[in-house]
């Protein structure tokens, strides 16, 4: 039978539906409040992930970006009482991000068009963004190149005569097309782009030869940034975590050599578990496209890894003496002032001369890195997130084509006086400075003293009676 019609009014079932919109406004209101409270929480970016990884499985799109947070700083800066008005003229805002860089942020207001035309045109209301670098100028000058308060001339006064012919390296100009490259990658990536610091982190790269001896060298000015990469189990079996769980720590270097014992490296069951992990998780169907891209990245990078880590050994940062360059100038093309992993240096900072070698090769847009050793000698308070030197005022003088081959365990002595030999090209070093000597700091493992034999009973009938 067909339903009876209802024979309420109007107002009865307005009044009944009342109750029940302002319960559905009420409960979305605390919905939105609380997914609010939720996103700007620690919590939210976890979400955000949690969701895009759904959203893609399911053929969708980004549910929502992942919040990023800027720290920033206001900058005071002359304000027009008449900025922002209708008359053109620009309202300017200057702030810094917590890199180092600098942003201004004007409001252009042009009179242009009406509205109908103006918003068919997409143009007419948009955001343009530039970076601006200024590119330094390599020293030609002495003054320019060597701070007043320096005393990298009197510790080695050949440099003085080597200076009228010095030439500017092309590895300068690389140097900062490389920095404005990996800029131009990251420019929608304010996390990663490069900072300030590191932008502006080489004053010089010269080409230097001794007019009488024609020795040829390198000299660098720049800061000192600090890496506190290598492991060699012949040496070290002890695992400082603080040096060796740090951001981006790599259990090689570049200078390496084959191993002279037995003993296992200390990472090497940390880099197998994390491959085997790897080739189990591979192993399982229905993975997404991008988890089987990352996975099979860190099989690559570890199945190599784990053989190397098995017939070699490497500096240690933590207690070997050494500075890094960026790979570019260390795999450039044969030249009379081309360095290479192994070639010995001497590092100058505040009236002393550290011999060293080219131990490592860091990033293409980064030059002025040392071992931990290196830094902790200059300044105590040095570790693998504190830089010991941040002015350009350490000088780092690489003879080209100076390694010894092959390449073995450090021997600080040895580096010391072919240091101090080639330095000799140069004039050697000046009257009241002389080369640091360094110690080798590495634990030796604690040797078990046997236990003296006790004493045999001595039995009464064994001694003579001489009476």
Known sequence: MPKPADK??????????VPLLIGGVTGLVVLFVACVVIIRSPLGPKIARTAERISQKLGGQTLFPERVVIREEVLEVPVDANAGDDSGESSNDVRRLSNGIQYEVDLLPQRKGTALTNRADKRSYRIEMKVVVERPEAPTTG???????????????GLTKALDSAKVSPFYEQLYENKERAIRRDLFDFHRILSRHNYFDCNAILELQDPESGQRALWI?????IVSDGSDGDRLQDIDDEVFSSANYQPTTSYGWAKKSKKRNPFLDRVEKRLKAAEDEFAKPGLSIEVNRKLRARIAADKPLVSDLKARSYLIARYDPFMVLPVFMVTAGKGDFTPRVGDYAV?????????????DAGPNYKIGESSLRMGMEIDPKTNPYRRPVSDLT????????SADRPFGPPDYAVWREKVSELLKGFGGVGEGYSLYEWEDQIPKPKVKEPKPASAAPVEANSVENES
């Open 8 to 17: 309420s009014s109007p107002s009865k079932r307005r009044n009944c539906l």
């Open 221 to 225: 000015q720049a800061d000192m940034d």
């Open 394 to 401: 350490v000088s780092y003088i690489v003879f080209p084509g």
């Open 347 to 359: 590092v100058f900072h505040d009236g002393k001369l550290y011999p060293s070698i080219v131990g």
């Open 143 to 157: 003054s320019e190149l060597v701070p007043s308060d320096s005393k990298v001339l009197k510790a080695l006064p």
